[in-house]
């Protein structure tokens, strides 16, 4: 498995969709995934700290996880069939390992709260991963981040 964080969250200027952006941690290469908007927010309002005066889903899945006595250990984009990222949710309960297939988006916006480890499978990356021909890192990092995702092809990139 490769851990990633989060490098940005772009809007499609094409859908109504969003592309969340993991980066491999200590390497070049990029994998953009297509969520839809109401994930896109719950990722965001997260990242930026913003508080809601009840829980998001993805707060009421932390709370239940929790007060279950569970704890998520990592999230996995584990798979890229027909088009389509597949994800697992990794908890432990009660000393047990439990996998919880679920969506990419919904995942991230779970760890993102719970503050776990991202990682992708190295099939997947190796498979869709983007290594861009610039450098996203400079000064001008908004600039080519947008560059970068502009130059996307829509068409070519599997949904969530």
């Known amino acids: 498995m490769i851990e990633v964080k989060i490098a940005g969250i772009q809007v499609s200027l094409t859908s109504q969709h969003r592309v969340v952006l993991l980066k491999e941690i200590d390497a070049d290469r ?17 990242l930026q700290q913003i508080e809601t005066p009840r829980p998001m889903t993805h707060d009421l899945l932390k709370n239940i996880i929790e007060t279950l006595g569970g704890a998520v250990q990592y999230i996995v984009v584990s798979g890229l069939h027909d ?26 916006a779970l760890a993102v709260r719970v503050q776990a480890p991202i990682y992708v499978d190295e099939q997947v990356m190796d498979q869709v ?28 990139l599997p949904i969530h």
């Open 30 to 46: 990029y994998l953009p995934i297509w969520i839809g908007p109401f994930e896109a927010e719950a990722i965001n309002f997260k």
């Open 129 to 156: 991963g983007i290594v861009p021909e610039q450098d996203l890192t400079g000064e001008d990092q908004d600039t080519a981040f947008d560059e970068f995702l502009s130059g996307l092809n829509i068409d070519d």
């Open 83 to 108: 088009n389509t990222f597949y994800a697992r949710i990794v908890v432990d309960s009660n000393g047990q390992e439990i996998e919880i297939d679920a969506r990419p988006s919904d995942s991230i």
